[in-house]
Nanobody, 123 residues
Framework: EVQLVESGGGLVQAGGSLRLSCAAS??????????LGWFRQAPGKEREAISC???????YYADSAKGRFTISSDNAKNTVYLQMSNLKPEDTANYYC???????????????WGKGILVTVSS
C-alpha cells in the first residue's frame, strides 16, 4: 500500500521560509521509477501542481514556484522535500504530496495523494 505522509507545515511570516517533507512508503522512489511532487490548494481555488521530481532527477516547477521553491529527494530515506523561500501570503494553502508511476504532473491525475498539510503565510 502506497502511503505519503507530509510534515513541516505551519505558520510563517511573509518573506520567511519553510521546508516540507514527504515520507513515502509502499514503493521505492528510484528503483520503482516513480515521480513525486507537491500540489497545493488555496481556499476557493483549484488544486495546482507546484513542483515535481522524477527518479532520473529531472524537475518541474510551476511559474509561481520558480526561483523561490526547490524540490529535492533523499532516495535512501524515500523522502521528498520542498524548500520554500520568500514566502508570500498567496502561498497560503494546503500542500499535498503526490506520487505517480507515470509522470508528474500527470494531466490524467496523480495516482497517490497524501492527506495534506497547511501552510499559512501571514502578511
Amino acid at each position: 500500500e502506497v502511503q505519503l505522509v507530509e510534515s513541516g507545515g505551519g505558520l510563517v511570516q511573509a518573506g520567511g521560509s519553510l521546508r516540507l517533507s514527504c515520507a513515502a512508503s509502499g514503493f521505492t522512489f528510484d528503483d520503482d521509477d516513480y515521480a513525486l511532487g507537491w500540489f497545493r490548494q488555496a481556499p476557493g481555488k483549484e488544486r495546482e501542481a507546484i513542483s515535481c521530481i522524477i527518479s532520473d532527477g529531472s524537475t518541474y516547477y510551476a511559474d509561481s514556484a520558480k526561483g523561490r521553491f526547490t524540490i529535492s529527494s533523499d532516495n535512501a530515506k524515500n523522502t521528498v522535500y520542498l524548500q520554500m523561500s520568500n514566502l508570500k501570503p498567496e502561498d497560503t494553502a494546503n500542500y499535498y504530496c503526490v506520487a505517480d508511476h507515470t509522470t508528474c504532473p500527470n494531466p490524467d491525475g496523480m495516482e497517490y495523494w497524501g492527506k495534506g498539510i497547511l501552510v499559512t503565510v501571514s502578511s
